[in-house]
């Protein structure tokens, strides 16, 4: 998964506890997003980013906030973690402009106890 | 709503084709097909698209029916290293990316 890369790749936080997961490309794409893939279930689209400074909620927002602040990092926070967002978080990035092809990083996996 | 329907899992034989099917029957206009697959663990990885005419790469073919309302993934020489997940997804070129993943298709490949 050379070009995206998210840290850290394993977390355990304890309900309320807060923390940031960090996704960074190298690939010079505008558009980034972020999943979550519950077990035995599909991704499903937490926020996107159509470009530097600009943010939008996908389908699962709630309980999460999101930064953009330069081309290169697109990063997730979870306030006050609650067991229900135990998941594998994905971060993406588009490599086609308003077309599907997109790139995934390697993946969060979090666990909220 | 789901707009695909793909069935929940399908084996097949190292060194054969794999033909996966995939439902759109409410597809639009101006969605297009794509396919990713997930090989457990990882991140998913893109495959193929296609609008309404057959495509082919390195990986795979898509076969679009002439109404569009399914199609089929074929990888031609299935190998160990394509057993994985593999996600139908129809998307309209002004969605900004957005992908919607269902369940899709648990493929086994076995020697």
């Known amino acids: 998964n050379a070009g995206v890369t998210q840290t850290p790749k394993f977390q355990v936080l304890k309900t309320g506890q807060s923390m940031t997961l960090q996704c960074a490309q190298d690939m010079n794409h505008n558009s980034m997003y972020w999943y979550r893939q519950d077990p035995g279930m599909g991704l499903r689209l937490i926020y996107y980013?159509?470009?530097?400074?600009?943010?939008d909620k996908g389908e699962v927002p709630n309980g999460y906030n999101v930064s953009r602040l330069n081309k290169r990092e697109f990063s997730l926070r979870l306030e006050s973690a609650a067991p229900s967002q135990t998941s594998v978080y994905f971060c993406a990035i588009n490599t086609s402009g308003g077309q599907g092809t997109q790139y995934f990083g390697p993946g969060t996996r979090l666990t909220v106890l | 709503d789901a707009k695909t329907t793909q069935p929940p899992s399908m084996d097949c034989a190292e060194g054969r084709a794999a033909n996966l099917p995939c439902n759109h029957s409410t597809i639009s206009g101006n969605e297009y097909v794509y396919w990713y697959r997930q090989i457990h663990s990882q991140g998913p990885q893109y495959i193929i698209h296609g609008l309404k005419n057959n495509e082919t790469n390195e990986m795979a073919s898509l076969i679009i029916t002439e109404d569009r309302k399914s199609s089929t993934l074929i990888l031609p020489h299935a190998t160990l290293r394509d057993t994985a997940v593999y996600y139908c997804i129809v998307k309209a070129t002004d969605s900004w990316g957005k992908l919607q993943f269902g369940a899709g298709t648990q493929v086994v490949v076995t020697p």
């Open positions: 980013s159509a470009s530097e400074g600009t943010t």
